[in-house]
DNA sequence: CATAGTACCGTAAACGTTTACGGTGATCGA
DNA sequence: TCGATCACCGTAAACGTTTACGGTACTATG
């Protein structure tokens, strides 16, 4: 005698009744519900996870896919982890569990979400990591699992998405750049077909277009999200024959491995380029201060949870109102590393 | 009609047969067992999780537990996704999933982890932060749950475990530094009673005391796991009348900010003081290079993994000789941080 | 008092699997 | 030819829930 026929044995009501008390149902007097609910918590009673899903088809639970390769590693880090915790809170008040589904980096993305969804796994899914086009996108249309996308792509299938505002940090940092007299300015883009990429460095060229400057293909460094490809970016930005006198890093953890690779060179941030990155908790330590765009992850992780629920109809009712698509804000922290300039 | 079943009657044979098609069992004809194999294939049938571990009360999932909250995200980033890597490709062989179970930073571990195991969650569990006492080891051992953790406790229930070798490094560190003429040496220590902490400060407590000489308590400084903690530990430590010459940081990612408190007091690492840390993908950019220990994460995830899966009954004739409890040794890089020696 | 309505509860089916058990036809040895 | 063995397959129960449906006792209403 296990699960909920032990309590209702227990009790000496039936199974239903029990069942009942606990969900909250509204046919069960409040005396024998008290009553339940003290036992369940006396015999340390929890709801058997298979058998509810396999009864209501729905799984409590809500997965957020990541891959685990050490390539993806450096965004993957305490970005995600801050995320994490926002989407947490609001899905604690409906009582979801948030669950990372570690796709390894010897799976292909595309096969994983197949295999995790035809489980059954979750009742519905965050993405991250969005390619410029996204097989997934229309693979969860069309067995309608709801899910939420942290990154804009060219595949729209209607499905909410939150992203970063890449083309207003493009365009504040290259009219920013230009006002400080720079003419040849370089970008970085991760080494990928992350649909980010696209957005950063189309929008810088257009930013400059506009001051009637060009963006030189040459000047577009592409590098591994990580301390290394910052690095290595550095060396390839050294190694021109023509420098450029200002640049900018869009992803954040590549500054630290850009700063060292300058140093080994002699050369130093805001003294000898202008450089602007995006702020992260080690990019605070960096000497000379990286100026540099900042958000609030947990608020991220909030709003992306809500825009998922929003669109989960048994739960759409408590959000009416929630951004189903927004580009999220940041704020430009000055620091010292753009306060190179030019004789106008 | 669905599942198994729309396979059986697709197939006009019984849902049975191909149960046992499917799960490789021997009394099945192969000709029949390549036809289910194929209709699977292309019906794209996929066994539904839900009903599976209902009857076999098996998930094949394994949890790896962790905490969102952003005070151990410090430690939590980077490595932990190296090591999930490792213990990926050794599930993988074996039909298992790993997913990161994560806990809001506003709900008690205990708790969360008292949910999981009654929802039947996971078949198996890896844990990690593992306090000096830590309750959640009986909990499991009661309800026979199989887990391994990362990091030894004084709590045992005989579960293997693996852990760094916070008292090799301890004492590797401590030689090196006496044997430059060092004194007056400092060591961090993580602000919880996690373990860790208690097993290197009091192997360099010993470490000093086989040189006749003692740790001064004052120079014992607590720090979050995160690099803002590096910089709290160099601000107290030179704020001390009777500055140490060298130290120990235990924890890897400190190190970025202790960098930085010292540079903004105008010192430097390896010239006048000696530090010795560990190696991260973000201490490998700090200048003057870093004198830390190192591990392959990697290696450490697949020891985790093979260990937990040598306890388990249905795997653990694949490991008939896994090292269920092991100190996991690390390499010392030289780097220039010590470099600052006394005069004898 | 008869009827209708209400509040609460029990019964049993259903979700999609796995697997013990039994059954069928074929092969084989005597 | 006849039983025994074997390879293979179908049947049905079971896992722990939820929930539609029906039933009972009580209350209200006329």
Not at 13 to 30: F, H, K, Q, W
Not at 187 to 204: A, M, W, Y
Request: proline share 5%.
């Amino acid at each position: 005698m296990t699960g909920i026929r032990r309590l209702a044995q227990h009790l000496d009501i039936s199974i239903g009744t029990v069942s009942r008390a606990l969900n909250g149902r509204p046919d069960v007097n409040e005396e024998t519900r008290r009553k339940v609910l003290e036992a369940a918590a006396e015999l340390g009673y929890v709801p058997n996870q298979s058998g509810r899903s396999l009864r209501q088809g729905t799984t409590n639970i809500i997965g957020f896919m990541m891959q685990t390769g050490t390539e993806i590693t450096g965004q993957g880090d305490t970005f995600f982890m801050s995320v994490f915790d926002g989407v947490q809170t609001v899905f604690a008040r409906h009582h979801l569990d948030l669950v990372a589904l570690l796709c390894s980096s010897e799976e292909d993305p595309d096969d994983y979400l197949r295999r995790v969804v035809a489980r059954g796994f979750a009742d519905g899914l965050i993405l991250s990591a969005t390619q410029r086009h996204d097989p997934r996108f229309e693979f969860l249309a069309k067995r309608k699992i709801p899910f939420v996308t942290l990154g804009r792509s060219l595949t729209d299938v209607g499905q909410p998405w939150l992203d970063l505002d890449f083309e207003g940090m493009a365009q504040t940092s290259i009219d920013r750049l230009v006002a400080k007299g720079h003419r040849r300015i370089a970008v970085t883009r991760p080494h990928d077909d992350i649909n980010l990429g696209h957005l950063f460095v189309d929008q810088s060229a257009r930013a400059l277009a506009a001051h009637g400057l060009t963006l030189d293909p040459d000047l577009i460094f592409s590098s591994k999200p990580n301390e290394a490809g910052g690095y290595h970016v550095a060396q390839q930005l050294l190694a021109k024959k023509d420098r450029p006198t200002a640049i900018l890093l869009v992803n954040e953890t590549i500054a630290i491995g850009f700063y060292r690779g300058l140093s080994e060179a002699g050369l130093k941030p805001g003294r000898d380029i202008a450089v602007i990155g995006r702020q992260s908790p080690q990019s605070h330590f960096l000497s000379p201060s990286l100026t540099g765009f900042t958000l609030s992850r947990r608020d991220l992780g909030i709003a992306l949870a809500e825009a998922l629920l929003a669109t989960m109809p048994a739960f759409s009712h408590f959000y009416p109102d929630a951004e189903l698509r927004k580009i999220w804000p940041e704020d430009l922290v000055e620091g010292e590393s753009d306060a190179f300039s030019l004789p106008g």
